[in-house]
């Protein structure tokens, strides 16, 4: 039998587990989200993020086991998400998946939340060939990256401030909108008219791929106080943010692929999950004849399948590493495990 990996995903406010088998795929996943409850405070309360991953993580592994019908002595290999992220909610995953691997004698793997991201499109079907051009956009980084291989990661540009996510998140917060602001400036832009607001596109022509989201915040703020917030006002605003967000992402992705000659782009990350990115992405690189491949929407955002996955690629290449001491990283940079590889 294949080897089946257990993925446990818990560096900011979702509880996501997984089992992966090499050769047959997803086996089961299941996703515990604390939207609800951070949305009171307007963003993720670190304390109260790790007090629910330790109530939610046992039931969630019990649950994929038994959806999969895999008992815990099939499993081969448990991979953790090692960092970056919230330190406190790290270290639950990062202890449980620890605790369960040593009881079963099998390694445990610490995995790079942003790796896990960058090779969820290869669950999908069709999903790209190696090398290929990573858009990396979550709410903590945003990152053009090219992908030659498991590992083999080379960062073309990134954020000089904020991420996308931060700029959508920060933007709707201006708003008075819900957290996470993403996916509710997504909704309420739906109603909002075109050409109403123009907002910058920093370093939209740098030159380079590098890219610069803080301004925009700046620019909210100026327009929520100048105007009179009604609805149709939030709405018109909200679909500024997004309209400006997004032609910055698709024009620098599209640099990223004619820099290095690839055509393929791999779009990753919670703001991956934008239905208006997904179709400029798709028209303006289709018409150069490129192609883009997103994750499926469940492992856009924050999941256990990335994880149980890069984990299993993982375990793939370094079998017999049993070693239960264990450090969580909350900065982590991605080209730091390149070397490890
Ligand atoms: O990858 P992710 O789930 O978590 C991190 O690793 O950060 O990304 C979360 C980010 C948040 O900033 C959220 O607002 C954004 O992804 N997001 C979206 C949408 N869905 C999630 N942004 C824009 N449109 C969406 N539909
Ligand atoms: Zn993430």
């Given at each position: 039998m294949s080897p089946?990996?257990?993925?446990?995903?818990s560096?900011?406010?979702?509880?996501?587990?997984?089992?992966?088998?090499?050769?047959?795929?997803?086996?089961?996943?299941?996703?515990?989200?604390?939207?609800?409850?951070?949305n009171e405070y307007g963003g993720v309360v670190p304390e109260l993020a790790s007090r629910d991953h330790v109530r939610r993580i046992t039931p969630l592994i019990r649950q994929?086991?038994?959806?999969?019908?895999?008992s815990s002595d099939q499993i081969s290999a448990v991979a953790y998400t090692q960092g970056p992220g919230l330190g406190g909610a790290l270290l639950v995953g990062a202890s449980v998946a620890n605790a369960f691997a040593f009881a079963l004698d099998i390694p445990s793997i610490g995995i790079h939340h942003l790796e896990g991201h960058l090779l969820s499109p290869l669950l999908s079907d069709p999903a790209p060939e190696f090398p290929f051009v990573a858009l990396l956009v979550s709410g903590g980084h945003t990152q053009l990256m090219r992908v030659d291989g498991v590992g083999q990661y080379t960062l073309l540009g990134e954020t000089l401030d904020d991420a996308a996510g931060e700029a959508f998140d920060k933007s709707a917060k201006l708003l008075g909108l819900g957290y996470p602001g993403g996916p509710e400036l997504a909704k309420l832009a739906s109603k909002g008219r075109s050409g109403i607001y123009k907002l910058p596109r920093p370093m939209l022509h740098s030159g380079d791929l590098e890219f610069?989201?803080?301004?925009?915040?700046?620019?909210?703020?100026?327009?929520v106080r100048q105007s009179n917030n009604d609805d149709q006002t939030k709405a018109d605003i909200s679909f500024a943010v997004q309209e400006a967000i997004i032609d910055v992402l698709a024009q620098k992705a599209l640099a990223a692929?004619?820099?290095?000659?690839?055509?393929?782009?791999v779009v990753a990350g919670g703001v991956g999950a934008n239905k208006l990115l997904r179709e400029k992405l798709s028209r303006?690189?289709?018409?150069?004849?490129?192609?883009?491949?997103y994750p499926d929407l469940e492992f856009c955002t924050d999941n256990g399948a990335m994880i149980a996955f890069a984990g299993a690629l993982r375990f793939a290449q370094q079998q017999?590493?049993?070693?239960?001491?264990?450090?969580?990283?909350?900065?982590?940079n991605l080209q730091e495990i390149v070397l490890q590889y």
């Open positions: 089946i990996t257990l993925g446990i995903e560096s900011c406010d979702e509880t996501g587990i997984a089992l992966y088998q090499m050769g047959r795929g997803l086996l089961s996943h299941a996703l515990y989200t604390q939207v609800a409850m951070h994929v086991l038994r959806e999969a019908n895999v610069s989201f803080s301004g925009l915040k700046t620019a909210v703020l100026t327009l692929l004619v820099q290095t000659g690839l055509n393929q782009l303006d690189i289709g018409k150069r004849g490129g192609k883009v491949f017999d590493k049993k070693d239960y001491r264990f450090n969580v990283k909350p900065r982590w």
